[in-house]
């Protein structure tokens, strides 16, 4: 097995804890990133693999498969223990739309506090758009997060057990904060969960990767 990843690729990262959560031994190779240039050079496997151009890519034998998600239903169909989707289909279910709101609703709050740890932008005008746009998102999220913490509803993990869904959640807040987005403190159910995942072997050692790849290529946040 050979998973294509990026050093601050979130949805690679995602990846990267499941199949480390799974036990399973792979390959990775890292595609080429910086903040100036991005993924420039494009890897060509990728290329040849996924429309999007963009990582995570998942080679198992004859097979190659992109788009977190898909990687992750995949895993659960081939390699069924541990289990990271509860079997009760409802539950399952449930644990779908935390790993949907997370790639899909906060995203898109989260992708607004991006250029935080790109080279500065030289252009004044537009470095206070984005700074504008930065707060209006900051404050929309930390509207979500009391949101977030219902669905845990006095459990450890969204799911009961620990499942995909939580592997989802937590990368997408690990980046709200890791771009000085809002902290959870206003919500200490969360709080209190993201401290549980963050705690778990697999997720810690991709986390302490993402950290000593950042502080490498985004050492403006470290200032």
Not at 186 to 209: Q, T
Request: net charge neutral; glycine share 4%; hydrophobic share 45%.
């Amino acid at each position: 097995m050979k998973l294509y990843s990026g050093p601050l690729s979130l949805f690679s990262r995602k990846v990267e804890i499941a199949l480390h959560e799974k036990g399973l031994d792979f390959d990775r190779e890292m595609v080429a990133f910086t903040q100036a240039k991005g993924y420039a050079p494009k890897h060509p496997a990728v290329l040849a693999t996924n429309p999007k151009a963009q990582v995570p890519v998942l080679v198992d034998g004859d097979l190659t498969l992109f788009d977190s998600t898909l990687i992750f239903e995949y895993l659960e169909d081939a390699y069924p223990k541990p289990a990271l989707w509860p079997a009760d289909p409802k539950a399952r279910a449930r644990g779908r739309l935390v790993e949907l709101t997370a790639d899909e609703v906060l995203l898109p709050l989260v992708a607004r506090f991006m250029h935080r740890s790109e080279p500065p932008d030289s252009d004044a005008q537009r470095r206070e758009r984005r700074d504008a746009e930065a707060t209006l998102a900051e404050s929309a999220l930390s509207a979500r997060y009391s949101q977030i913490a219902d669905q845990l509803k006095g459990r450890d993990y969204f799911c009961g057990t620990f499942s995909y869904a939580d592997i989802a959640m937590f990368m997408m807040l690990f980046w709200a904060l890791r771009l000085k987005g809002p902290r959870l403190g206003s919500a200490p159910v969360l709080e209190d969960w993201y401290e549980r995942v963050g705690s778990r072997p697999a997720v810690a050692k991709v986390a302490a990767e993402i950290i000593a790849a950042d502080r490498r290529l985004s050492p403006d946040l470290y200032a």
